[in-house]
């Protein structure tokens, strides 16, 4: 199934450029977050500027994002028009479920002067609102380590694949409270739960090193990594300016000098 954003149209009435993304779209586009500012990343002129860190549902890696050549972190992102903003990371605070997202729309480089404080372009999140009739749905995703592959470290040092579980679940119901005055409500809610222990491969002192033996350590050429004595440190007589100290005698620190 081939599903893609709204393509970009002449808006006669507004001076925005932007791309929508429907229900249907976020509902259909894979992701593993379900984050609707995730899709903000899959338009046009989007950098983002945080890599490498370690993925969560609703994280600052993934509500923080650069819009057609703007600064880093200072897009704005708004929900039903209100701005989600932290002015201390320059991400979202907090974003609704994506069960409970009407729209996504993403508007970059020409926009209009409603909108302010932002450089590049503005994401606005629009939420589901009830309607004359209760509708509701309820939804569950569950991932765990039983089809994952070992990673190429682990592999490497033969260390058995670790265990990892994300639980999402929610859902969400929407109605009427007053038909004849028109109020309606929509609530939604989310859970996530995520199990990831992270393994460490590294070095250790061994039993000589850790009594002052450096008898046994070698380089990597083979040669004895020497053990200097920082207390004799002193001026070369070479006149080159630089500092020389003395091994310890059989590169073994005395029993004296450890503390």
């Not at 081939?2 to 507004?14: G, I, L």
């Not at 945080?50 to 708004?78: H, W």
């Not at 995520?194 to 061994?206: E, G, M, S």
């Not at 008898?215 to 070479?238: E, K, R, V, W, Y």
């Amino acid at each position: 199934i081939e599903v893609s954003a709204n393509a970009e149209e002449v808006d006669t009435q507004t001076a925005n450029k932007n791309v929508t993304f429907t229900t249907q779209q976020m509902v259909s586009l894979p992701q593993t977050e379900r984050n609707p500012l995730l899709f903000v990343h899959s338009t046009a002129g989007v950098a983002a500027v945080r890599q490498g860190q370690v993925p969560y549902m609703t994280d600052q890696n993934t509500n923080r994002f650069s819009l057609n050549g703007g600064r880093d972190e200072s897009a704005a992102i708004l929900v039903d028009g209100v701005s989600i903003v932290s002015p201390g990371w320059g991400g979202a605070i907090a974003v609704p479920s994506q069960d409970a997202v009407a729209e996504t729309q993403v508007t970059r480089q020409s926009y209009d002067t409603k909108y302010g404080k932002t450089d590049g372009g503005v994401v606005s999140v629009v939420t589901k609102s009830g309607s004359n009739d209760f509708h509701g749905s309820g939804f569950e995703f569950l991932r765990n380590d039983a089809l994952d592959a070992n990673s190429w470290a682990n592999n490497f040092s033969n260390i058995p694949r670790q265990t990892f579980h994300r639980h999402q679940f929610g859902g969400n119901v929407g109605g009427p409270l007053w038909k004849s005055r028109k109020l309606f409500f929509f609530s939604g809610f989310e859970a996530f739960k995520q199990a990831t222990p992270q393994t460490d491969v590294t070095t250790v002192p061994t039993a000589l090193q850790r009594n002052g033996d450096f008898s046994q350590t070698h380089n990597a050429d083979g040669s004895i990594s020497t053990i200097f004595d920082p207390m004799t440190t002193q001026l070369a007589t070479d006149g080159s300016g630089n500092y020389v100290r003395t091994p310890f005698p059989g590169n073994v620190i005395p029993a004296s000098r450890l503390d």
